[in-house]
């Protein structure tokens, strides 16, 4: 082993080579175009864990198939405030990439995000009943306008045949369809984005992990890095003003080390997931959609089934799934160790009785471990009857962890989405969850500069709203506005716009 120690401050280091890292790299080269932004990815290549395209289903997600972000209240009124604020800030998504295509940033739309229709199926006299009023609900919203809602068999096999082809009429089922949705390669944006970066003088370490952080007198960071040869391990000693931990599962562990008391008491509950992929062309070819359905009883909503059109390197494929399992692991090349090593005396009980508390999660976790293909094809089944087993392939999905930490009686409680956690001086943040994730990366960072560079809030509001112009503005409330950003997004990106906002 190799010892050397680098004394070169950096303005910013960003831990981990995927979208999150990628894209405040954008945002922040762009208000600051002369800090010093350095990148540490500990794998040889950027976008190979859950940006990578395989590890997830590339859903742009707007809210517009997804049970989860709309819940029936007691009344039996629809509550679509969640959908709507995945919606908005997904808009924010569209406006950044559109204007970084414009300036030549990233190359055509159609290497990264390609037009596919969002579907919801469900099956049931209660489960129709309450899709129909979601789509009443979402539908009577400017942002929701383009939504169609059916029970008629031949209306959805216009929509998608492989829903229809030897389904049995006895159940009554029905399908909602939004053209105005969206594939993502997050894998290829990811790459586009960090290509940039690197071609504008920001440095990038592959193969280089951060092994831990310590605070300097001067309030800045010291990581010790371990950076991997084929021969050797180099270790390296770097400081930085600002660090940012987009590394999945792995920032709690990093910020955990560096003895950051925000994330005192949380914990993270690691999901492993798996895809059944085809990629026979007569199958492909009639199926333009990602059709959503219920999660089971218990499960987390990152595991809601779902029968995806992809568009991978300008190949079309099918993904269906996930089929979520239990992992030890933060990553997919993670170790076994990560989960009990990031157990304290402070989330120990969070993580416990989180545990005694979802015992029907747990055993549906751990149950996967062991389920046939058969069992596998007859989850596929619901969704596209007539599939046929040699169709497919069984695919591993990226990790995820999702957050775990005590409610308001004191209990630990699982929470879904993603949550950033920054240090009270802002020196350092990281994100931590899972979906939505990569579709709303910008809302999600914008609030990482809000909360950690407060003092720069009025000099870099302009240079935010060249990227994202509605930046402080409501979509939701403006239908002129809406109708005006998503057509033109749609218009640069290749996407479809809405054809009745008004």
Same mark, same amino acid.
């Given at each position: ?33 002369? /800090? ?17 395209? /395989? ?281 076994? /160790? ?53 169709? /497919? ?110």
């Amino acid at each position: 082993m190799n010892t050397q120690t680098t004394l070169r401050p950096y303005d910013v280091v960003l831990v981990g080579g995927g979208i999150m890292s990628a894209t405040l790299g954008i945002l922040l080269k762009h208000v600051e175009p002369t /800090w010093s932004i350095a990148v540490y990815e500990r794998l040889p290549e950027l976008a190979a864990e859950a940006s990578a395209p /395989w590890h997830n289903a590339g859903t742009g997600h707007a809210g517009l198939c997804e049970l989860n972000y709309t819940s029936e209240r007691a009344d039996g009124g629809i509550d679509i405030a969640r959908a709507v604020a995945v919606n908005e800030h997904f808009q924010q998504s569209r406006q950044l990439w559109a204007s970084l295509v414009e300036a030549e940033i990233l190359g055509k739309p159609d290497t990264f995000i390609n037009p596919v229709p969002h579907m919801t199926l469900v099956h049931g006299t209660d489960d129709v009943d309450y899709l129909r009023r979601r789509h009443e609900t979402l539908s009577a919203h400017p942002l929701f306008s383009a939504m169609r809602f059916s029970t008629e068999s031949k209306t959805i096999e216009g929509w998608a045949p492989l829903l229809t082809e030897r389904r049995g009429l006895y159940e009554p089922f029905a399908a909602t369809r939004d053209t105005t949705g969206s594939d993502v390669d997050f894998g290829s944006l990811t790459r586009q984005l960090f290509a940039h970066l690197e071609a504008s003088g920001v440095e990038i370490h592959r193969r280089s992990e951060v092994r831990g952080m310590r605070k300097n007198n001067d309030g800045s960071w010291q990581l010790r890095i371990h950076h991997f040869t084929d021969n050797d391990r180099i270790t390296r000693w770097v400081d930085a003003r600002f660090v940012f931990a987009g590394a999945g599962g792995w920032a709690l562990k990093l910020l955990q080390g560096a003895g950051v008391p925000q994330v005192r008491g949380y914990g993270l509950l690691p999901v492993s997931g798996r895809f059944l992929r085809c990629d026979n062309p007569a199958v492909v070819e009639r199926h333009d959609a990602k059709v959503y359905g219920k999660a089971k009883v218990g499960a987390p909503p990152m595991s809601m089934p779902h029968l995806d059109t992809r568009v991978i390197d300008g190949k079309r494929a099918l993904l269906f799934g996930p089929y979520p399992g239990a992992n030890p692991k933060f990553l997919t090349r993670g170790s076994v /160790w990560d989960a009990p090593a990031s157990l304290r005396s402070h989330n120990v009980g969070p993580v416990a009785s989180m545990i005694k508390e979802n015992p029907g999660l747990i055993w549906l976790l751990l149950s996967q471990l062991t389920a046939t293909r058969g069992r596998k094809m007859a989850a596929l089944r619901e969704f596209a009857p007539a599939a046929v087993t040699g169709d /497919w392939t069984l695919i591993k999905a990226g990790q995820r962890a999702q957050i775990v930490k005590r409610d308001a009686s004191g209990r630990g409680a699982l929470h879904f989405g993603t949550e950033v956690v920054s240090s009270s001086d802002g020196t350092i943040a990281a994100v931590l969850g899972a979906s939505p994730g990569a579709s709303t990366a910008p809302a999600i960072l914008l609030d990482v500069l809000e909360r950690c560079f407060p003092r720069y809030r009025g000099l870099w509001a302009e240079r935010l709203r060249e990227l994202i112009p509605t930046l402080g503005l409501s979509l939701a409330t403006d239908m002129r506005l809406a109708r005006q950003t998503m057509s033109r997004t749609a218009e640069i990106l290749g996407l479809v716009a809405p054809d009745n906002l008004s």
